[in-house]
């Protein structure tokens, strides 16, 4: 069935995967045939060999379009082709030989490096023909080392027939066959191209009657010029530029070969100043010369066009997505609940969108977008502190309450982050997202009272039944069966105390006051200064030198470190010393730190629900004693300094790795602009 599809596929693709149909195998053979035919008529007398040779460009294209599994059906056809045709119009054996053989290693010589050097072209894996300069020089050059080694091959065969040879032989049979794949070749791929591919008209191109126009002067210049004995072929070159420039490569280079055409003509016929030179030879040599700097001066600027017109049309698209993108998340901002606005580096707004003028005009309102915007941002950089009223604990690291004009009270949530090189000329600015979190914040602070109170009140009694307990077991005999009770009893007391204190911990780090500050992380009178008190006699705590500073409240974030560097101490492999290591990064305008120990680690599947209170992975619950609550803390204080924590694998492992960020100190983030 495959091979009835293939013999009835009417247009090859030229990618070299299928055979070429019989039918176009026959059309090929015969196509040659007549151009073989062609090219010994221009024999001239006292010559052995022809002055153009057609044929070698068509042999080409047929090579090109096969696969290469089966070049064989198309380098044996024309061996015999070749060799009938040389023998029937009257060529010597040893010029049928020779002439066939330099054909058909010319043919194969030409088509392999063209399908190494330019894959993109038809028939050597792509879909194009010469759209770029590059693909022409390059499909050029292998033209013209396989027409070198045809021609020594062809000459070898002239000095075998009893011909005389000098050094016009070689370079005559390289300009015929160079010429005549190069034109009819090149002719021939520009309209398979055109034939099986969708080619675009030029982004500047010119009309039908421009193109009648262009071909009327065209011959007519040509028939003139070579009508005449002064040299002024150069001037047809032009004609040429024009072709190409304005029309696709195909019709610049039919156009291109028609005006060469018409010299070569007019030449053989005595007309013209290449008719000066005797020799024909000669004569054929330079108007191949002239056939070629036309042709490729037409495919040149053609390609270069192409290029040219892909570029601009990529562009084009690119600006077109650009501008989808771009209304896109024009539509996306629009739509979303957060205030948002664009700063530039002198602090004014550039950018906002509807959320962030709402919020303008509840602080503003009646004035215009543009001052109630100015107010907002103004507000919000610069906040009015109180230093006079109560803490606000429900407040968090970067919300701003602001007083409205009817007494009731807005609280954002805001947030900045650098956008360097915003406007594309150096300058950078700055993005604040707006979060309202008035009612959020409201109902914080009785919750977190509660906690607070009641973490506090249950201590009390706790400890007076520890005591008691303590008591009752120190009287009775440790052999009574009741005094392993009381133990039981008292280091159940001893895990609610524990618990107690994490619950008051965390009900701290989520509602008390946060007094941030610049604070270093190492050195003497960093935050990390005491944290080896952590760890055991043949533990290890190492602490980066470089650390940067961060802007935190300091007892919150020195809980923070206690609770993971503990766990790094506390959660090791049995007869393995815990080894911890802090190390930090800036990161715009925050600090990225991470906590990392040798210990037993955390299973994939638990290492985001560790962050829960009360929640204990199944790695340490069987064999470590503890409340779940102190990653819940460390979860709190980061993100009540608005930041992020998360549990990594140790790289390499066993152990564990907490990734958490800090707002970077404001010394260290003076140079980033904030309005």
Not at 92 to 115: E, H, I, K, M, P
Not at 180 to 186: A, S, T
Not at 447 to 459: E, K, M, P, Q
Request: overall charge negative; proline content about 5%; hydrophobic content about 50%.
């Amino acid at each position: 069935m495959s091979e009835v599809l293939e013999l009835e596929d009417p247009a090859p693709t030229g990618t070299g995967r299928s055979a070429l149909p019989l039918s176009w195998v026959v059309a090929a053979a015969v196509a040659y045939a007549l151009l073989a035919v062609l090219g010994r008529l221009t024999v001239v007398q006292g010559q052995t060999v022809s002055l153009v040779w057609p044929g070698a460009g068509a042999a080409v294209i047929w090579l090109l379009a096969e696969a290469p599994r089966l070049w064989w059906r198309a380098l044996v056809p024309l061996l015999l082709i070749h060799g009938a045709v040389s023998w029937a119009t009257g060529g010597a054996w040893s010029l049928v030989v020779f002439g066939a053989v330099s054909l058909a290693v010319q043919t194969a010589v030409v088509v392999w490096l063209v399908r190494r050097w330019c894959p993109s072209l038809l028939g050597a894996g792509g879909t194009q023909s010469f759209r770029s300069p590059r693909v022409l020089a390059q499909a050029s050059a292998a033209i013209a080392l396989g027409c070198l080694v045809g021609a020594v091959i062809g000459t070898v065969g002239v000095a075998a027939s009893g011909a005389e040879v000098d050094a016009w032989t070689p370079a005559a049979w390289f300009a015929r066959h160079f010429t005549g794949v190069l034109v009819f070749g090149g002719l021939g791929h520009l309209a398979w191209e055109w034939r099986t591919q969708s080619v675009p008209p030029r982004a500047q191109g010119g009309s039908r009657l421009e193109l009648a126009l262009l071909w009327a002067i065209s011959l007519a210049a040509s028939s003139l010029v070579f009508l005449q004995p002064l040299p002024l072929v150069f001037l047809v070159v032009a004609l040429s530029v024009w072709s190409a420039a304005r029309y696709p490569t195909f019709l610049a280079a039919l156009h291109a070969a028609a005006v060469g055409s018409v010299g070569f003509v007019l030449t053989l016929a005595g007309q013209g100043p290449f008719a000066e030179l005797g020799d024909p030879v000669e004569q054929a040599l330079l108007i191949q010369v002239f056939l070629v700097a036309v042709l490729l001066t037409g495919l040149g600027v053609g390609a270069l066009g192409d290029r040219i017109d892909e570029l601009v049309s990529s562009l084009t698209r690119s600006r077109e997505h650009a501008a989808e993108q771009a209304e896109l998340l024009a539509e996306m901002t629009e739509s979303m609940g957060e205030g948002l606005v664009v700063l530039d580096d002198a602090g004014r707004v550039v950018r906002s969108n509807g959320a962030s003028r709402r919020l303008a005009h509840r602080v503003a309102p009646g004035a215009d977008d543009g001052s109630a915007l100015s107010d907002l941002v103004a507000q919000v950089l610069h906040p009015v502190v109180d230093r006079a009223a109560a803490p606000r604990p429900e407040l968090g690291v970067g919300d701003v309450p602001i007083r409205l004009a009817d007494g009731d009270e807005l609280v954002l949530a805001v947030s900045r982050a650098p956008l360097s090189e915003q406007h594309g000329d150096g300058r950078s600015g700055t993005l604040l997202v707006l979060r309202e979190v008035t009612e959020h914040r409201k109902g914080l602070r009785p919750l977190a009272g509660f906690a607070s109170t009641a973490a506090h009140d249950l201590r009390g009694p706790l400890t007076a039944i520890r005591s008691w307990i303590s008591l009752a077991a120190e009287t009775l005999d440790p052999d009574d069966e009741a005094h392993e009770g009381l133990q039981r009893a008292e280091r159940a007391s001893l895990q609610m105390a524990d618990m107690i204190d994490d619950l008051l911990a965390h009900a701290l780090a989520e509602a008390g006051d946060l007094v941030p500050v610049d604070v270093p992380l190492a050195g003497a009178d960093g935050l990390l200064a005491h944290a080896g008190d952590l760890l055991g006699p043949d533990d290890e705590l190492v602490i980066g030198s470089d650390l940067p500073a961060v802007h935190a409240d300091p007892v919150a974030v020195r809980q923070l470190f206690a609770n993971l560097i503990g766990n790094g101490a506390k959660y090791t492999r049995e007869g393995v010393p815990a080894r911890v290591v802090v190390t930090a990064r800036r990161q715009g305008a925050r600090v990225v730190v991470e906590v990392e120990d040798n210990g037993v680690g955390v299973e994939e599947s638990e290492r985001t629900l560790i962050f829960q209170r009360f929640h204990r992975s199944g790695a340490v619950r069987a064999h470590f004693r503890g409340t779940g609550m102190g990653l819940s803390i460390c979860q709190t204080v980061v993100q009540r300094h608005g930041g992020t924590i998360e549990c990594l694998a140790a790289d390499p492992g066993p152990g564990s790795v907490f990734r958490f960020d800090l707002p970077a100190a404001v010394s260290e983030t003076a140079d980033v602009p904030v309005g």
